[in-house]
T-cell receptor, first 114, second 113 residues
């Protein structure tokens, strides 16, 4: 059974551009969460979606947005990229929402903003 | 402010030796605490999860302890192997923090032959 998959694996953008990152959860999982991990730091929570609805949002600017599709896959969009957006973006899936549910992480998308 | 702090920031040990990593948190009221292992450039993989009523949990050579009164947890690695080289992240969630998990900055462990 495939785990959480993310695409692309690596991405290079320039300041001001827009980026879309994609995530496919484990089959049967209905919740997807997005995290930003800057080099040398722990992941920071961005969004959680469950059944296509936003269930949680971290302290990120409105340039960050996300959505979840009927098949439970998800996209993270970042507008007007800044140098500080360079990070590993992690997607995690779980069966349901809630802090007791085990989260399974994908390999991440490495975004570099020049 | 809900925070998770880990120590040491980095650690180098000889293969076969034991080590203990520390995690202190301020998340309250507490729900559960997890330890993850993250290899370089990869997503974190869960090692253990403990709720308020549990004070120890083992997963092979990994043993986590929790003192909910002092808001401290430790991860003990026994008979370390080269493959244990990774970042170990402590993650805490609270009862009233919605669906948010609070991640520590991790301890970078290097096991050398």
């Amino acid at each position: 059974d495939a785990g959480v998959t993310q695409s692309p694996t690596h991405l290079i953008k320039t300041r001001g551009q827009h980026v879309t990152l994609r995530c496919s959860p484990i089959s049967g999982h209905k919740s997807v969460s997005w995290y930003q991990q800057v080099l040398g730091q722990g992941p920071q929570f961005i969004f959680q979606y469950y059944e296509k609805e936003e269930r949680g949002r971290g302290n990120f600017p409105d340039r960050f947005s996300a959505r979840q599709f009927p098949n439970y896959s998800s996209e993270l969009n970042v507008n007007a990229l800044l140098l500080g957006d360079s990070a590993l973006y992690l997607c995690a899936s779980s069966l349901m929402t809630g802090v007791y549910n085990e989260q399974f992480f994908g390999p991440g998308t490495r975004l570099t903003v020049l | 402010k809900n925070q998770v702090e880990q120590s040491p920031q980095s650690l180098i040990i000889l293969e076969g030796k034991n080590c203990t990593l520390q995690c202190n948190y301020t998340v309250s009221p507490f729900s559960n605490l997890r330890w993850y292992k993250q290899d370089t450039g990869r997503g974190p993989v869960s090692l253990t999860i403990m709720t308020f009523s549990e004070n120890t949990k083992s997963n092979g050579r990994y043993t986590a302890t929790l003192d909910a009164d002092t808001k401290q947890s430790s991860l003990h690695i026994t008979a370390s192997q080269l493959s244990d080289s990774a970042s170990y992240i402590c993650v805490v969630s609270g009862k009233n923090t919605g669906n948010q998990f609070y991640f520590g900055t991790g301890t970078s462990l290097t096991v050398i032959p």
